[in-house]
């Protein structure tokens, strides 16, 4: 039986577009996936960009009306890789036009506008971009935790830090501009800090935030910082910044157990720290373990054991377990209610930084 | 001229009690101090632990009656190791009679303890034993932002993990009651934190925090967690635990500036990671100074470059410094004041704490 | 004007040529190179890796008999991804018929061998794909060293390092068996250290060598190891074993020199540390690079700073670099006399294991 | 029943004096032993340096003719802090007159002046400070490799690198000059990393080295590499620089066997990399252990768990270890034949580099 061809039209001509892109172009070759993807239309406001686009990853058609495009019979998939503020009109559009959407994190810039957005997007499948999810070394900190390998959590902390911002001549693309970007920080870097703790530790039952930004001037924040307890008892820290100087991409969570602890660093991503508290004491000790196979996730996908993947792995990771749960009617495990799970974090984080009080969730 | 000799009394026979006697009986090895150290008599409740210490460490005397200890006109010095809750009224008696105080940390079990301590504490040489302060690759960070290579600070991030308290059967010393403590990872562990970042990065603006005990029927905190502003308009997270699983002593600070990066982790006390971000971009990185000499604080005191030191040296700084101050009139650095300043800030934390507010200091 | 057509055959099916299909579908998507590659043909034994690596990669046809693939008129380019004892056959079979000529690393199984492909192959133009030296790290060390940012080298030290060989039921594939593979740990690892040293190190002058083979019966080197003099006066060893317990793909290499050290490691191949020795004696310390941008070599081609690449990516850049200079008629570095380098130096650690005296070069 | 009393002379007053002097004032208060040290005379060239040291440590006495210290009627123990070519006089006369003789290492300048030593050292108890073997994640690394954790050894390698020699106008002292220091990195470095082979991985059966002098006129080497085949069948890498630029004091071994992997750099000598193959495949990581206790050698002679030791201990262990055998009359451990061992190691490895062939052991 020949794959089912499915049509996609990206939105958005971005970083982020191309790193989807490349992923549609490679999940083929890594997952087994029962669907031909035809990259059909990439619609953007820039012709050259355009162009481009369509030259290096091989986009069919250019178009620079998005409505038209999601409206388009031909068009299976829409994809949003635009910035935060058009997330929203878009995926409504393509929902109701019935096409399969995926979007780019965070899902909206505000949490009524995710749940509106949710709303439409729940009549089609659906994806929303938290691809780091997906990296092996988390998936498999994920399967040592539901194994009762960490044990009863007590701590959960969080850093993703930037140094983006610190150069303000360099800091002036969309995502500085409350308009179009809705917050700083918080939906840049704390959204995928969120997202790996709700899936790696369960809901945040309340939390107190703080805000801070160093720019005059600017609208957004440059870091977000706040302390959290979970419902499972546990207490957590996350920090999200783009003033960490020294730190070029640095997205790390660490979690203490009465069984043992995980640490993760987005910058060595092909590892996973882990120490089993169960071990005889003399010989505990944190383990850097290579989470490249055998036996982990996503090992048999890639390269053989020892030969790291990298960050575009991510998105490729993400697309083929969609893809591959596609046709089962099941729900994507990063999938709607998650990422509006995540948004409703952020709206308490605001909301807390700006009245100064713990809120709950 | 011969050194000044100086009759010591020590209070206490514990863990702490042992590495001050340790100091007592090196500082003079690596230090040109003008004083001889006596160690005259040492104090407790138990005679087999008395006449262990007095072995081991040759104290010339033990003595179970702190109060005749301290009016011993003999003593010039009395140090006191001992619970939290016993500093206070053998820190106000020695100070009465004149003796020159060296008290362990934290200073007091509350601040308007510390504050009566202060009031009588300020008539005599004193020392509070905030030793890790007085680390080389702590004094040398001091050093790199004195001399404005970390630029404006933007963040100051604090963890104290360790793993005492999770096994309940075993911790169940006085540090786990609030009668003797006062507190728990509070004044153990997260004191340090805030000592470091007061020295480091001055004074706290404003802060929320939680605590959190994962013990029934514990009454002092496991962890501490805090959010803080700085005067200098930084922002800050602080997180103290004796749930750290998987951690046996990790004091870490990392300071994120406009010209560059600090990082410090006690567990490998002799380093300090650097970035600075002046270097041109593609050269700069993190280095991992080895804080062992040449041209670092402490290093002409003890060993060559590249032989490193252990726990026991932050005493034996701490002291050596103080010792080499005292006939100068001059305040030590780790004074009085500055312990007072603490205490005032984990004043706050714990108002905070149980308000569930920011609060200003 | 539309990019040149380049018709490809490979040979071979194993995990190396899913590599190198790899790098011919993702070339074009991050280097501008004026061809468009086509995927015409795929050559192999078995006919059902045929099919899957045909369905999976889009080689267009699948055959069974490299000789006639090799002959035909419509392929300008043949890869030979196939064990080491065919390269030879193949690669002068495809040189002799004007083909473009890709040959997976080590170039042969003996130098002489080796000598008699290269005159085949100067011919037409070739790659031989020691594929880590243009790791952007690697590429970055080279480039501190022809800025003399070393200074005059001392010392040169390579381990590579895996733990492949240790499981006797598992080690049984072509890589085990002269009559394939020529040598074991030699060609296979030790082969990609001498490339990384004559890179960065220039000549050899003369070695001295073992070879050890834990396993009974096997006839291939499990261990080899060497000590040697370069040509420019610094010593250095080398390592290379296939029961490196503990260690599933080190490649590593560090220089000491008179102004500064480099040191890379593969398993975190996104780094490299570099220490400044004309920094101030107290602010030297090993700088850990995140080399993916700005100003690193081949970070415009990927992503944004911070955002690592993995494995594959290695191959891409090579291929990337050669199709970049294959029209302007120039040599491509990694390029036919630099393979046949390294197996003069293979060929020399051979002769000395074997009568274990110093060799020259 | 009281200590009995130990009176010590020590020739020497250079660094390696500064620390046998301190282990002399520490190890009491560390280890229990049966004997009271008394610091009773310390003998060299520079009566100013005498004085210093004398005031220093508490050395009772200053003389300057260290054969009629040795035959002092009320010493009892003869420390040996002085040049390696004075070892062999000092100790020979030390043992001949009775007293019990600690040296420190390397024992010789030669196999045939060591033997003789050791057939004068025999009739008296006797230490060759061979510190390096008795820190705890050394010790901890035998008691592992002894319980058959590491399996089979397949692969044992060691380095030692410092930047020492390459300031020429700095390395100036004794150790750069052969009459004194007999050789330089071989003597100075190798004999440690020899040392802990032997300890851990047993003898060496054969060996090939080589040895480099980087800077013109000095007489000694300034590398010494070589590779070796140890009795147990396992192979060996040994390399000792003092231009290893960047490393102050990198001694480090790694050892791959069956079951599992070392690794020890002395620069984090608190530290154990220990990783286990026996464990599931997908868990195996290197562990970074912490060998502060509990259970582990030496932790409960120290501090808590977590509280790191330094240089110094390396020296208060050995004495503690021995000391503590003494009156069993018992060999130490690091005992006069383990270093006879060693200069039989140092002495093939020059034949070798002045040879160019294998030399058997």
């Given at each position: 039986m020949p794959p089912h061809k499915l049509n996609l039209a990206m939105i958005g001509t971005?970083?982020?577009?191309?790193?989807?892109s490349n992923a549609f172009r490679q999940v083929g070759h890594f997952f087994d996936i029962p669907y031909a993807l035809n990259l059909r239309v990439v619609?953007?406001?820039?012709?050259?960009?355009?162009?481009?686009?369509?030259?290096?990853?091989?986009?069919?058609?250019?178009?620079?009306?998005?409505?038209?495009?999601?409206?388009?019979?031909?068009?299976?998939?829409?994809?949003?890789?635009?910035?935060?503020?058009?997330?929203?009109?878009?995926?409504?559009?393509?929902?109701?036009?019935?096409?399969?959407?995926?979007?780019?994190?965070?899902?909206?810039?505000?949490?009524?506008?995710?749940?509106?957005?949710?709303?439409?997007?729940?009549?089609?499948?659906?994806?929303?971009?938290?691809?780091?999810?997906?990296?092996?070394?988390?998936?498999f900190a994920k399967r040592l935790i539901d194994e009762g390998r960490i044990g009863q959590t007590y701590h959960y902390r969080a850093t993703y830090l930037n140094q983006s911002?610190?150069?303000?001549?360099?800091?002036?693309?969309?995502?500085?501009?409350?308009s179009e970007a809705g917050t700083g920080a918080a939906g840049d870097l704390l959204s995928h800090s969120i997202d790996s703790a709700l899936y790696l530790n369960g809901p945040i039952a309340e939390l107190t935030a703080m805000a801070h930004t160093?720019?005059?001037?600017?609208?957004?924040?440059?870091?977000?910082?706040?302390?959290?307890?979970?419902?499972?008892?546990?207490?957590?820290?996350?920090?999200a910044t783009r003033y960490g100087v020294g730190r070029r991409n640095r997205k790390t969570f660490e979690i203490n157990g009465s069984k043992g602890m995980l640490r993760f660093n987005l910058e060595v991503m092909n590892q996973l720290e882990f120490l089993d508290a169960t071990d005889p004491p003399n010989q505990q000790g944190v383990r850097n373990l290579s989470v490249t196979g055998p036996d982990h996730p996503y090992s048999n996908n890639f390269w053989k054991p020892g030969h790291i993947i990298g960050y575009e792995h991510t998105f490729i990771t993400t697309l083929g377990d969609f893809l591959g749960t596609l046709n089962q009617h099941q729900p994507s495990h990063a999938d709607l209610d998650a990422a509006v799970?995540?948004?409703?974090?952020?709206?308490?984080?605001?909301?807390?930084?700006?009245?100064?009080?713990w809120v709950k969730l």
């Open positions: 971005g970083s982020i577009a191309k790193a989807h619609c953007g406001r820039d012709q050259n960009k355009l162009e481009a686009a369509a030259a290096r990853w091989g986009w069919a058609e250019t178009a620079t009306d998005w409505r038209a495009v999601v409206g388009r019979p031909d068009i299976d998939v829409v994809d949003i890789a635009v910035p935060n503020a058009l997330h929203a009109p878009v995926a409504i559009a393509a929902a109701q036009a019935g096409k399969i959407v995926l979007c780019e994190k965070p899902l909206a810039t505000s949490l009524s506008e995710a749940e509106t957005m949710a709303d439409a997007m729940r009549a089609v499948p659906s994806l929303v971009w938290f691809n780091y999810r997906r990296i092996p070394a988390v998936a911002g610190n150069d303000p001549s360099k800091a002036t693309t969309w995502r500085y501009r409350r160093f720019a005059p001037g600017r609208d957004v924040d440059d870091a977000t910082l706040l302390l959290a307890r979970f419902a499972n008892g546990s207490v957590g820290t996350f920090e799970a995540v948004q409703r974090v952020l709206d308490a984080v605001e909301r807390s930084a700006a009245t100064r009080i």
